[in-house]
């Protein structure tokens, strides 16, 4: 049987070697590609689709059109990472503040009903470098995780299609389980 394939997109992480390692260590392939490769559709050829963190651009909404085109109309699994979730959120609405820096682990309250904590306790512990938050799920998305400084840690669509977390799960031991519970969506 073959492994499935994930279109992993590079919105400028620093962290795509770690985000395509987790991938694959729990059994997938991956291909990435940039905002400006990202393709016109899927044609069949994978069966989720990772966006990674990004350098505070979630609000050019031109810039990531294409992508979020894709997203919208793709009828696979989707998981935002960081900034990757930002960009969803606010092409769907969503409004982004400013916080306190974080960086290193803090712990986050999840859903643990949802099938993407599967692997994980109701609180688990995951890496952040942010500075901006998504305040509320914007119409269309719920809240799913929450912490002290990020009322939307995670999120999904209400047809539970997309998901989106603020932290890196590409990094802890509770990111990877996360990322985990992800996988099991489209095998």
């Known amino acids: 049987m073959a492994k499935p394939r994930v279109l992993v997109v590079n919105n400028g992480t620093l962290s795509l070697k770690q985000l395509r390692a987790r991938l694959e260590e729990l059994g997938s392939d991956t291909d990435p590609v940039t905002v400006a490769g990202v393709p016109a559709g ?3 050829r994978y069966q989720a689709i990772v966006l990674s963190g990004t350098k ?13 085109d894709l997203v919208l ?6 998981l935002g990472i960081c900034g990757g979730m930002q960009i969803l959120a606010v092409s769907q609405g969503g409004v982004l503040t ?4 974080r960086v290193g682990g ?9 099938p993407l904590f599967t692997y994980v306790k109701p609180t688990v512990t995951v ?5 901006l938050y998504l305040q509320q799920a914007p119409p269309g998305f719920r809240t799913i995780g ?3 400084h990020a009322p939307v840690e995670f999120l999904r669509s209400d047809d539970g299609r997309i998901l989106g977390a603020q932290a890196h799960l590409e990094f802890r031991a509770d990111g990877r389980e996360i990322l985990r519970g992800f996988t ?3 095998r």
């Not at 109309?73 to 989707?78: A, H, I, L, R, T």
């Not at 400013?98 to 820096?101: R, V």
């Not at 803090?106 to 949802?114: M, S």
Request: a negative charge; zero cysteines; charged letters at 35%.
């Open 56 to 68: 505070v651009r979630a609000y050019d909404q031109e810039y990531y059109k294409p992508l979020v």
């Open 127 to 131: 890496f952040h470098r942010h500075t």
């Open 98 to 101: 400013e916080g306190p820096q």
């Open 184 to 186: 099991d969506l489209y």
């Open 42 to 44: 899927l044609g069949g």
């Open 146 to 148: 929450r912490s002290e």
């Open 73 to 78: 109309g793709s009828d696979v699994p989707v």
């Open 106 to 114: 803090f712990d986050a309250r999840v859903d643990t009903e949802e």
